[in-house]
């Protein structure tokens, strides 16, 4: 959907039904490169975080915190920064 709908930004839940959030952002990378893709989930392990971004993430908000983070991490990844809900951090390993 994402290939023939071309957004700038997209949304994914990790927890998809069928398929899981980083499987869909491995397969959108590959087809929409130019996307930007913001993961909103419940994780908030480092390398959770890190493998989400190696798949191509630019943003990463925790559900718990989405009313908060939601407009900045659109706005962040917008300007081409990366956004990180509030006390996350990437694991470097």
């Known amino acids: 959907m994402a290939e023939s ?4 930004v ?4 990790v927890g998809l039904p069928g398929i899981n959030g980083l499987e869909a952002a491995r397969r959108i ?7 930007k893709i913001i993961f909103a989930t419940q994780q ?3 390398e959770f975080v890190a ?8 943003g990463y908000v925790i559900k718990a ?7 900045a991490a659109l ?7 990366r956004f990180l809900s509030p006390g ?4 470097e390993s």
């Open 5 to 8: 709908l071309g957004p700038d």
């Open 10 to 13: 997209i949304l994914i839940d």
């Open 29 to 35: 990378s590959r087809v929409l490169p130019e996307a």
């Open 44 to 46: 908030t392990s480092s």
């Open 51 to 58: 493998e989400a971004f190696s798949l191509g993430a630019h």
């Open 65 to 71: 915190r989405i009313e908060q983070d939601l407009q």
């Open 75 to 81: 706005e962040s990844v917008c300007r081409g920064q």
């Open 88 to 91: 996350l951090e990437i694991s």
